[in-house]
């Protein structure tokens, strides 16, 4: 029974003590429970949280808590808000976004078909049910602002939360997430109309990750792992919607939708996300200014001269140092003791010492922007423990538990070494260690491979050898079968030593953890350390070990397998390379017929320029521009003189080639920032951002002259009739475009051939 219970509480230590390993922090949502969080359930399911050592709990959204005060006091330490998060941080709350999931916010307004809400401008005198809260609804009132109306002129209602009231006509317009409330109208075949904000410029951000920045001072590794994993979770839940969807159904369900629902929300989420185009998670500084602007226009903040982007953005490249972490940094010399017969980890060169540990401790120099940094060399372990023992800023790189001491701690682990197996040309790769059973095989006598390898392999024979260079001696003369070394070590010799005859035929399960040994009560330095560490990326670590492996493993020749394995693939491929031959000659023409549908909608097919559904598209693009930033914008609206007489006199086919080679003229004479169309007929239009009516107008006469001047292969001169106007900030696209219409028809009534500047 005594036994029993000295199991229990061993048991339980353990379970204790992992834990003390795993850091407890919550996530606390914006909303209830749905795929709009679905990367953190996944970072959760799927382990991404437990491989940082987080014990992370998910909380949902209550009525009752404020989500920013829950951070900034920290009884939550990360949370998921809007936008607004940017007035916050103007008005003083001290927090820190971490990453935006989605690049164009899902929030739009939606009205029914039939209550002819076509445009936001349509929305006067109308009902609309939005959020009180304002700064969240920024982007619809702007959008609706921009249309011409004022907010006065909408009758707001408060948001109930339910469909049913834009169904029944409680209200005229709701405010609705594209990933939501457009599928259960659908379900419902119900018409409906979307007005979403990014469409008129309004384009926000959405699901933003954010903490304290007392959190990122106090804990800067957990913040760069949480920032790791939740990324990590939402590439997974993009890359397996259904499978995600599915565990959301099961667990998460607190809503009971539907597993269809899940999925379409999941997939209107990944294009919001911009994921396909590689933006997942990103803030970009611009954008965080734009938005900036939009709410101090609409009054939603005060403008805070000492704001800086950089304090509100995370950098997850970047270390925040506390003012200890500086002070020390400032007022200490860091010493790495090592040595140069350790090739290639360190190794004598005419630069000096040189080798895989020089290389990541430069790496951890340059993240760390210190420059109080000294080599020093010594001779063995034993006189660098005593060193880093008697001096805290003394350090030197470990790589097995003989390196520690009760008076040392070392870094979390800065890569792994693979430990090889290297033998004769003529051997086979090695495929199980058991095939090394009965075999000499040489191994350094004092390092700690031999004490692991000798106990776990028993059956090998293992020869001690003094280093490498005796292995290798012993290798060549056949005196043992192979040689046992850390991969790089093996790779190094021989490459560098030309052992032309020797090759890595395989490695072993254990591998040697590289990290940095520091005096135990030297903590300031060891948080710093891991900090580094922390952002050293895999391209980093890559091109490093690139540098020093240098021999490819053989392969073993062993070609039973051809006829296992290889011949079977192969009839197989060949069975699906037939059978889908035809598909993929479908889905070739299936998109040549997308890009020609494409075409089709947006170019004019006889003079290959814009087309007018085209041209309208960025005429409207620009005049929203323009109103949103007070840019320079201008139009020419031109046709050409007497072409009725051309067609008529000529033929249509000349009257086709004259329209060609004019759009040829105007396209090779225009800027690639203007938008040239055919607006109808011999009708064309000059779209000119950045440009007043004056430069315009020169534009115009420098147009008329080539025409002029062109030889159209046809008995008569080709001329034109140039109207040009300038956006004014009461412009609407008809408006705009009826000066310049105007400006052109007195050009026609008095002479034509000319310019006439509205």
Known sequence: MGYIKIIVIFIFLLVSLQAKEMQKVSIQLDWLHQFQFAGYYMAKEKGFF??????????????????????????????????????????GKKIVLLSAIYQNSPMVLISLKKSNINFPADLKNKKVMLTPDARSAASINSMI????????????????????DLINGTTDAMGCYLSNEPYLLNQKNIDFTIHNPSEYGFDFYGGLLFTSEKELKNNPIRVRKMYRATLKGWEYAFNNIE???KLIFDKYNTQNKTLDSLIFEGKILKKLAKFDEGLLGNIDHKKIEEMKRVYLLLALGKNDPNFKIEDLVYNPNNINYSNEEEEYLKNNTITLLT?????????KTVKGIEGIEIDYWNL??????????????????DASLNKIQK???FIKYAYSQKDFTNNTKTTNTITTIKIGLATLNDKSYLSDISELNNKKIAIAKFSILYKTFSKKYPNIDFITVKNLKEGFSLLNKEKVYGLVGKVPALSYHISNKELTNVKIVGTFDEKFKMKILVNATNETLLKLLNEAISIISVEEKSKIISKYYSVIYQTKTDYSWIYKIVIPLVIIIIFIVV???KLNIEVKKRKEIETQLHKVANIDSLTNTYNRRKIETLFNSELLRGKRY??????????????KLINDQLGHAIGDEVLIKLSSIIKNNTRSIDYFGRWGGEEFIILLPETNKEKAGNVAHVLKNKINTTDFNIDRTVTCSFGVAQFEETDSEDSLLTRADNAMYYVKRNGKNDVKVA
């Open 50 to 91: 437990k491989k940082e050592n987080l014990d992370v709990q998910i909380k949902e959204f209550d009525f009752n808590i404020n989500l920013l005060e829950e951070v900034v006091n920290q009884k939550s330490e990360y949370a998921i808000g809007k936008s607004s998060l940017i007035i916050d941080r103007l008005e």
């Open 145 to 164: 602002i921009s249309q011409g109306l004022q907010l006065d002129d909408i009758n707001f209602i408060g948001h109930s939360f339910k469909l049913e």
């Open 243 to 245: 499978e995600t969807a």
């Open 339 to 347: 040595n140069d017969s350790f090739p290639p980890f360190t190794m």
């Open 364 to 381: 951890i120099n340059k993240k760390l922007k210190i420059n109080n940094i000294h080599l020093k060399k010594v001779t063995t372990s």
């Open 391 to 393: 001096d805290k800023n």
């Open 579 to 581: 059978s889908n031959r």
């Open 630 to 643: 007070n840019r320079e914008f201008s139009i020419i609206f031109f046709d050409i003189d007497d072409f």
